[in-house]
């Protein structure tokens, strides 16, 4: 009840926040009259959304979509490369060192040569999306597959347990904590992802908006966009961290209330 | 009060397979290889356990003892000599090994019931066989109420309890403990001291027992292997020859005070311990 409240009060700050922001912005427009191309106010980006909604919507599912199954293929991919950097020492040396030079390359370079080897679908977005997502997933699983207590391993292994019990009933579950922290950073770097793919060869989605109206000067437009887009990016991080708090009831950041016994 | 001493040294016959011991060290050495030479975890270690034995293995840090009871488990290959469990050479973790160490290592996302059996998850045993008896072991252990309950809502000797169930879920032959109590306070240890004795009193299992505590070695042991550090090796295995069921008061006797009196003097004799 208290945690009710309390998360209540959190959440009315912030809209407070946000609110007075606007407003703020709203005054300073008005007082200082800078041109709408420069700094168009809240009331005219309003506007301009509400001319054409359907198609910013549709933009903004477009760019979801693209995200979503990025960051779905990263996890799966990542999980994967994850558990095997960790059981196998050939794939470390490897793999693992692969992926942390292809990591200080500044992926975004990348994306022209996925639009040369994929055409301008939604594939090579996708792939944009994935590569960016994927290396917090692997960095993160590998830290959390290997933080585990040696004593937690010999129990198992005392008791005959195969190496897959051990993932599975062990290292998986404990792991978990990592995973979803790995998870928070790779769906903002999915949707990044995205948004390139859509600058540089797009026919759809809010990248491709944005570039469309910085073509025609159309600030207001160009704004809509961008709020959108963090709307998109808020809620895919809460529905992460959703996902976190269902899997992880145990943990020590989702507990409330437990006195230890005496 | 019966000393035999057990150092080994280079020109020693290697002993006979005795009849009862259930487990059998011979000449076991461990040496880890480090960039300043190996270090000799264990040298020539010597030991029988026979079955049903509760035996202690004290020493200061760094002798090896940990090391040894790896060895024994078999989660460890002595890079020298041979344990032979029941007659036959220990390959891997043996059948019907139980094991605590000094951390719990419960897991937070089960409850303590859960925990308690996941020692049959891994041994392949279903796990609505051993329910009920994973329910009276936490209710001798005085968890009766927390099976539900998640490890971080234990206090320490409650969680050090819990995982002494898991150890025995599976109603091992071999107990294995590694500094079980060293974590807790002097109170709590000796409560689970108390109900340790008592249970192995019930089902006389054989136990190794890995601490650094001498009381508590004497306390529950029918011998105390004393080892030193560099190498970790055996100096003197003292048969304990008190009376059994045993209660904390025989700790004020002058049996045990002598027992005491006599692995300090040897303890401080080799610099391990300081008198005054």
């Known amino acids: 009840m208290m945690r009710r409240l309390q998360s209540l009060y959190e959440s009315g700050m912030v809209l407070i926040v946000l609110i007075g922001t606007l407003l703020l912005w709203e005054v300073a427009v008005y007082l200082l009259r800078p041109p709408p191309i420069i700094l168009p106010a809240p009331s005219l980006i309003w506007r301009e959304f509400l001319i054409t909604p359907g198609y910013f919507l549709q933009q903004s599912f477009s760019t979801l979509y693209t995200t979503v199954v990025g960051f779905v293929l990263a996890v799966a991919l990542g999980l994967a490369l994850a558990v095997g950097i960790v059981h196998s020492k050939f794939l470390e040396r490897t793999v693992y060192t692969l992926l942390v030079a292809l990591n200080s390359v500044p992926k975004v370079a990348l994306a022209p040569l996925f639009v040369l080897w994929m055409g301008t679908g939604i594939e090579p977005k996708i792939a944009i999306a994935l590569m960016l997502a994927l290396f917090s997933v692997v960095i993160d699983a590998v830290l959390g597959l290997r933080s585990v207590d040696p004593d937690m391993i010999n129990l198992a292994r005392?008791?005959?347990a195969s190496s897959f019990a051990i993932l599975r009933k062990i290292r998986l579950p404990n792991a978990l904590p990592s995973i979803f922290a790995g998870l928070k950073v790779a769906i903002s770097f999915a949707l990044v992802g995205t948004i390139v793919g859509?600058?540089?060869?797009?026919?759809?989605?809010?990248?491709?908006?944005?570039?469309?109206?910085?073509?025609q000067f159309d600030t207001p437009r160009v704004f809509v966009c961008l709020?959108?887009?963090?709307?998109?990016?808020?809620v895919l991080f809460y529905i992460v961290e959703f996902m976190e708090r269902l899997a992880l009831p145990w943990h020590v950041s989702q507990r409330t209330g437990h006195a230890a016994a005496p | 009060?019966?000393?035999?001493?057990?150092?080994?040294?280079?020109?020693?016959p290697p002993h006979p397979v005795a009849e009862a011991a259930y487990v059998a060290i011979r000449r076991v050495g461990k040496s880890y290889g480090s960039l300043k030479g190996a270090v000799h975890a264990l040298d020539g270690i010597d030991l029988d356990i026979r079955g049903g034995e509760f035996v202690s293995i004290l020493g200061p840090s760094g002798c090896g003892k940990s090391t040894l009871l790896k060895c024994i488990a078999g989660l460890e290959k002595p890079t020298s000599g041979q344990i032979d469990i029941q007659g036959k050479p220990l390959n891997g973790p043996p059948d019907r090994l139980g094991m605590v160490f000094q951390r719990d290592v419960l897991l937070d996302w089960r409850t303590v019931l859960d925990n308690v059996l996941i020692t049959a998850?891994?041994?392949h045993i279903p796990t609505a066989s051993v329910r009920e008896r994973a329910l009276q072991l936490l209710w001798r252990f005085g968890l009766k109420g927390y099976e539900d309950r998640h490890p971080w809502e234990l206090s320490g000797g409650m969680r050090q309890r819990a995982a002494i169930c898991?150890?025995?879920?599976?109603?091992?032959?071999?107990?294995?403990?590694?500094?079980?109590?060293?974590a807790l306070?002097?109170?709590?240890?000796?409560?689970?001291n108390l109900e340790l004795a008592r249970i192995w009193q019930d089902t006389r299992k054989t136990v190794a027992f890995v601490t650094h505590g001498i009381a508590e070695a004497i306390f529950l042991s029918d011998r105390v292997v004393m080892m030193d550090r560099n190498p970790g090796r055996i100096i003197e295995v003292i048969d304990i020859d008190l009376p059994r069921p045993r209660h904390l008061a025989i700790r004020e006797t002058s049996e045990f005070a002598h027992y005491v009196g006599h692995i300090r003097q040897l303890f401080t004799s080799l610099g391990l311990l300081k008198d005054g």
């Open chain 1, 158 to 160: 005392a008791s005959r």
């Open chain 1, 198 to 215: 859509e600058f540089v060869a797009g026919s759809e989605g809010l990248g491709f908006a944005i570039l469309t109206a910085q073509g």
């Open chain 1, 227 to 234: 709020i959108l887009l963090g709307l998109l990016g808020t």
């Open chain 2, 1 to 12: 009060m019966t000393t035999n001493g057990m150092a080994a040294g280079p020109g020693r």
């Open chain 2, 121 to 123: 998850e891994f041994a």
């Open chain 2, 166 to 182: 898991r150890a025995l879920l599976c109603d091992p032959d071999l107990l294995l403990m590694d500094e079980p109590f060293g």
């Open chain 2, 185 to 192: 306070d002097a109170m709590t240890r000796d409560d689970l």
